[in-house]
């Protein structure tokens, strides 16, 4: 299975999503379909962190104060199901990999698996 989570309006996500070939992916607008408990399960048992999978760069993080708040890896399971923008974007999962986000040694990952 090959499949992307990704945000329509983020412009990391379009410039990554533009440098791949998508035609074997299935492609989820998080905004628009929102992931489910499944989903979520599935990247975890790849990633094998909630914590790896949340972003602390979203707007609501500085909002809800949560540097100041010691979070355990339910509380990261749960402020993502519940606001998908603490979902780190994009999520790339290729058969039983996943690639999370979008820093640069991951992107080229990505790229070197793409191209294997």
Known sequence: MKKIYFLKTCDTCTRILKSINLE???????????I??????????????YESLFSR??????QMDLKSQELKEEDYRQLILDEYTFLKRPVII???G??????????????EK???
């Open 94 to 96: 290729i058969d039983n």
């Open 98 to 111: 996943i690639f999370i986000g979008n820093s640069k040694k991951n992107v080229e990952g990505l790229i």
């Open 36 to 49: 489910t408990v499944a989903q979520l399960e599935k990247m975890h048992a790849l990633s094998r962190s």
């Open 57 to 62: 760069r979203a707007k609501k993080y500085k």
């Open 114 to 116: 793409l191209n294997s």
């Open 24 to 34: 074997d992916f299935l492609l989820q607008e998080i905004k628009i379909e929102p």
